[in-house]
């Protein structure tokens, strides 16, 4: 097979691909949640570029001219893409505005710059690519991708990492372990990017096979986490006086200190009744609730918790919720209980929520675990 057949390969497989596993998601999904913003960034970003390379190499120079201007601005849509989908995941509050639509000026630049090409000077320009050379065009839309990977990512991992703290902190039910696949997702894209920018700079024409190849691969995760993954809204309860994610770490460093044997006795305390009242079994449970249930600042449970037990407060309660599971599992013999039904009477909201808190927690699936009893 030569250089340009396997080109022509990789970008057409690729298309189906992407197709294909968009089509899967919408399906499986029925369009619920993010899924929408999921298929946008398997398609746009990716299949008019992949369009455009095939013309190109197959010669089909009308449709090359078509697609020249759509492939080099449709490109800058990925990052703004991956960005809104983070935050519809963890803001499902989020909404659309006009002022939005500034994401799309990167996008608007390369439009213009190439529809000022005249029709001779955009087939020129796509003659002197298949040599493997970058135009200047090129050189503008491959400078505004990096410059779009190092903002959108630097405001995406501190976004996520504000939000993960404040879930932990905060979370009414395992939302955090629903929603963890999307930063390892986010960190799998940077990976990829960077992969991508020093082929791209040892060799330019990496650009026509190589982002294809990495991109399907990034996409089977995206597709197969946002299916096996169920829409759960992030619900955080606040307390009558509002405490915010951004002030909250101020705050506690601002709290008088607590000594071991203090934290201690508020898990103590908090431990018995979780256990007595059997909190741990209500989906709706959060830390504002519960410290407001036992007569505890919230700040004051969360310090306790995270430093003499070395757990966060949605851990405190999965362990116990895991430890009921455990109970119902040696049951299931002389119940009508199954391994598929247990998961609402330990107070988890679904069954792969259970499943995937049960994991973490001891390191097997319930049925193996049940198995080795």
């Given at each position: 097979m030569g250089y340009e057949n396997f080109i022509l390969t990789v970008n057409s497989s690729s298309i189906i691909i992407l197709m294909v596993m968009a089509a899967i998601?919408?399906?499986?999904?029925?369009?619920?949640?993010?899924?929408?913003?999921?298929?946008?960034?398997?398609?746009?970003p990716n299949v008019p570029v992949y369009l455009y390379?095939?013309?190109?190499?197959?010669?089909?120079?009308?449709?090359s001219l078509f697609m020249f201007p759509i492939s080099s601005s449709v490109n800058t849509l990925l990052m703004p893409l991956l960005w809104l989908f983070a935050k519809k995941n963890f803001e499902p509050s989020f909404k659309l505005k006009p002022i939005h639509l500034l994401h799309?000026?990167?996008?608007?630049?390369?439009?213009?710059?190439?529809?000022?090409?005249?029709?001779?000077?955009?087939?020129?320009?796509?003659?002197?690519?298949?040599?493997?050379?970058?135009?200047?065009?090129?050189?503008?839309?491959?400078?505004?991708?990096?410059?779009?990977?190092?903002?959108?990512?630097?405001?995406?991992?501190?976004?996520?990492?504000?939000?993960?703290?404040?879930?932990?902190?905060?979370?009414?039910?395992?939302?955090?372990?629903?929603?963890?696949?999307?930063?390892v997702f986010e960190y799998l894209f940077a990976a990829l990017f960077v992969i991508v920018m020093v082929c791209y700079a040892i060799w330019p024409r990496t650009d026509a096979w190589l982002i294809q190849?990495?991109?399907?691969?990034?996409?089977?995760?995206?597709?197969?986490?946002?299916?096996?993954?169920?829409?759960?809204?992030?619900?955080?309860?606040?307390?009558?006086?509002?405490?915010?994610?951004?002030?909250?770490?101020?705050?506690?460093s601002a709290a008088p200190a607590m000594d071991e044997q203090q934290m201690k006795e508020v898990c103590e305390k908090a431990s018995q009744y979780m256990a007595e009242s059997k909190a741990y079994l209500r989906p709706d449970i959060s830390l504002a609730l519960f410290a407001r249930e036992i007569n505890i600042p919230q700040r004051t449970l969360s310090r306790a918790i995270n430093g003499s037990l070395g757990c966060n407060f949605f851990e405190f309660v999965n362990r116990m919720r895991i430890e009921e599971a455990?109970?119902?599992?040696?049951?299931?013999?002389?119940?009508?209980?199954?391994?598929?039904?247990?998961?609402?009477?330990?107070?988890?909201?679904?069954?792969?929520?259970?499943?995937?808190?049960?994991?973490?927690?001891?390191?097997?699936?319930?049925?193996?675990?049940?198995?080795?009893?």
């Open positions: 998601l919408l399906t499986a999904t029925r369009f619920r949640g993010e899924s929408g913003y999921a298929a946008a960034i398997i398609v746009v390379n095939m013309s190109r190499m197959l010669g089909w120079h009308d449709f799309l000026l990167p996008g608007l630049i390369c439009l213009a710059l190439c529809l000022s090409l005249s029709p001779e000077q955009r087939l020129a320009s796509i003659r002197h690519e298949m040599t493997g050379d970058d135009t200047l065009l090129g050189d503008v839309n491959t400078i505004i991708i990096f410059l779009q990977m190092v903002i959108y990512f630097a405001v995406i991992f501190r976004f996520l990492h504000k939000k993960k703290k404040a879930i932990r902190d905060t979370a009414s039910d395992a939302e955090w372990v629903q929603k963890e696949w999307i930063p190849i990495l991109n399907v691969i990034a996409m089977f995760y995206l597709v197969y986490n946002t299916i096996a993954h169920p829409v759960m809204p992030i619900v955080q309860v606040v307390e009558d006086e509002p405490e915010t994610a951004d002030t909250s770490e101020v705050e506690t455990k109970r119902l599992l040696c049951d299931l013999r002389t119940s009508d209980f199954n391994i598929d039904s247990i998961y609402s009477d330990c107070g988890f909201r679904s069954r792969s929520t259970f499943f995937m808190v049960f994991k973490k927690m001891t390191g097997m699936s319930p049925a193996a675990w049940l198995e080795g009893r």
